[in-house]
DNA sequence: TAGTAATTAGGAATTATTCTTGTTTAGTAT
DNA sequence: ATACTAAACAAGAATAATTCCTAATTACTA
C-alpha cells in the first residue's frame, strides 16, 4: 500500500480515501473483479461511494498503469491490480479467470510476421478451457 | 460462401438474405468490425436491415462456431469470420488489431499450473505494441 | 490555516446491447 | 406451384454498462 501511495504522488494523483480503498480491495481481490461488483464490496466500507468514482477511479488507475483491465469477451470489464508478468486461463463454463505465469512464451521470439508489424510492447496469453471443478458437473 | 451455406442448414439455421449478406461481409473485412460497423455496410445493399439483426445474427453465428468474437479492450464487441488458429497483435495507438499465425505457440506445451487447472480447448496470443505506421507519428 | 485545483457524490445522459411485438420469409409438405 | 409453420426479421422500447455534468468536498500547497 505504501507502495501504491508512492506511485500516485508520482503520478501527481491525490491520495484520496477512495483510492486507497479500491486499490486495497482489488490488490487482495483473486476474481478479476467488474466495476459494479468493487463497488458492492466496497459500499460497506465508503457508504457515500458513487459508482461513478469506481468507474473513474479505475480509469485513472488504468491510466497511470497501476492497474490493468482485463481482456475477456463478457460484456462488463473487469481489473486486476496484478502487475507482474503472467497470463490468463478462463473456465468457458464458469468464466473464472485464473492467473498463471508463463517463462517461456514471455521470452519466445515472435514470428517474423509480427516484427514487421511494428515493435511489440506487451504480450499476452489468453487460454480457454474447462477447469477441474466445472469439468466433474454434468 | 457454399461452405457457409452448408454450414448453416447442418446447424438447422435458415439461410436468410441477411445472413449471407453479413457473413460475406464480415469473412471479406479485414478490421474485425463491430456490430455497429458492419451494419453501416449493410445498410447500403439491405436499406430495411435492423441493427438488431445484426446483434442477433452475430450472436447465432457465434454460438455455432461459424465466426468468433475477438478479445479486446474496447466497449463494443468486434467479430471475425476467420476460423483457423491465428493469434492478434493491437496497435494501442490506432487500435488497429492485425491478425498472424504463430505455429509454436499453438504448439508448445502450457505450464504445469494450468495442466493442474483443467483441460485447455483453446489458446490465443494477444499482442500488443505500436504499429509501424503510427510510429512514424510524434 | 486558508487557498485552490483535483476529486467526489448524485443524478442525468449516453452508448451498447437485448427484448417485445407484430410481420415476413425459408424450408417443408402438399 | 401453393399453403403451412416455425424461424427470422424490423422497429422501437427497454435494459445494462459506462460516462458526463454540476455542485460540494477534500488533499495538498503556501
Known amino acids: 500500500m ?7 504522488r508520482e503520478a501527481d ?9 479500491l486499490y486495497r480491495e482489488l490488490a487482495q481481490a483473486e476474481d478479476h ?12 466500507k465508503l457508504p457515500t461511494l458513487s459508482l461513478d468514482t469506481v468507474y473513474r477511479t479505475l480509469a485513472t488507475l488504468e491510466k497511470h498503469r ?15 491490480a496484478k502487475m507482474d508478468k503472467h ?5 468457458s463454463r464458469c468464466r473464472t479467470i485464473t492467473d498463471f ?11 517474423k510476421a509480427v516484427v514487421g508489424w511494428g515493435k511489440v510492447i506487451r504480450r499476452n496469453a489468453v487460454l ?9 458437473q454434468p
Chains 1, 2 share one sequence.
Open 13 to 21: 494523483l491525490k491520495v484520496t480515501h477512495q483510492r486507497l480503498e
Open 66 to 80: 497501476l492497474i490493468t483491465r482485463v481482456q475477456t469477451i463478457e460484456s462488463q470489464a473487469r481489473y486486476e
Open 87 to 91: 497470463h490468463h486461463v478462463v473456465c
Open 33 to 44: 473483479p467488474s466495476a459494479e461488483t468493487l463497488y458492492k464490496r466496497l459500499i460497506k
Open 128 to 136: 480457454e478451457g474447462i477447469c477441474k471443478a466445472c469439468a466433474r
Open 101 to 111: 505465469t508463463w517463462d517461456h512464451f514471455d521470452e519466445v521470439q515472435v514470428p
Open 2 to 8: 505504501k507502495e501504491f501511495e508512492n506511485a500516485c
